[in-house]
């Protein structure tokens, strides 16, 4: 099995780790008690589980200290293990925890943050030996995000994008990070002949690739959703939701949408979705 371990300060960014890792496949159990650790990791591996990510901090007491035994325990079980200490300059683990007005895990009333912090970095230091160092003190969280998924091999998943179509009548998606409003082109429902179909439809195609200005906004949708695509894919976004709207969802923004998905879907994880068709 394959087992990410980690540990460090808290405060440094653990459970942002985590979540990288649970968003990769990985089960992900969150301040496991350290006698509780091989345990745990064998029942994953008997149930099956090829991959798991697990934190240990200095919530686990001076016990921590036994971390690199059970390190060696669990790798000469067979599992492929890695560990990783989260770490961060004192003065930007208090910011963070002024920000958040969060309380220290190891307050007890009497110490003070700084206190805390000191105390911390003492209790969790045999851990620190054994470890792949990230400090977090001036990464952004997409960086930490990034260097997770490298430290723990993960491929990149790469950004979904989502070509949605609507009906401004029925509302506006809340999911869409881009809207774009095609009512102003020529509607295919005032033809009799046009209305019961949908923007899927061969007819209705013609009828809106005839008209000059729906082709020329429909390759300014596509040029800029292009040139912005790179950017939303370095920002480590797993979906980007287009939305096209019409009046009433069934004609113009559903061939929108359907064209650019499947002009896009060449190069990209794409999906089209209408919503007033159900579809």
């Known amino acids: 099995m394959q087992l990410i371990l980690i540990t460090g300060l808290s405060g440094s960014g653990k459970s942002v780790a985590l979540a990288v890792l649970e968003d990769a496949g990985h089960y992900c159990v969150d301040n496991l008690p350290l006698d509780m650790v091989a345990g745990v ?48 300059k004192s003065e930007t683990l208090i910011k963070r925890y002024s920000e958040t007005r969060r309380r220290h895990p190891l307050s007890d009333g009497v110490m003070t943050l700084p206190e ?94 005839a008209n000059p200005d729906a082709m020329r906004m429909f390759a300014d949708i596509q040029h800029f959703v292009g040139d912005w695509l790179p950017a939303f894919e370095r920002d480590n976004r797993s979906y980007l939701t287009v939305a096209i709207g019409c009046t009433g969802g069934q004609h113009r923004s559903v061939y929108f949408a359907d064209r650019l998905a499947r002009g896009f879907g060449a190069r990209h994880r794409t999906l089209a979705r209408h919503r007033e068709l159900g579809t």
């Open 41 to 88: 990791v064998e029942s994953l591996h008997k149930s099956g589980i090829p991959r798991a990510a697990l934190t240990v901090d200095a919530r686990a007491g001076a016990g921590v200290a036994r971390l690199p035994e059970l390190v060696q325990q669990l790798r000469a079980a067979g599992h492929d293990l890695r560990v990783m200490f989260l770490e961060a």
């Open 116 to 209: 805390c912090i000191a105390h911390e970095r003492e209790l969790v230091a045999a851990a620190a030996d054994i470890a792949h160092h990230i400090d977090t003190s001036d990464l952004a969280p997409n960086t930490l995000r990034a260097w997770v998924k490298d430290f723990a091999q993960i491929p990149a998943g790469g950004l979904t994008l989502l070509f949605e179509s609507f009906g401004f009548k029925h509302g506006i998606p809340l999911d869409a990070d881009f809207v774009f409003d095609v009512r102003c082109l020529p509607n295919p429902y005032y033809d009799p002949k046009l209305r019961p179909l949908t923007g899927l439809d061969g007819p209705v195609a013609v009828f809106i690739e």
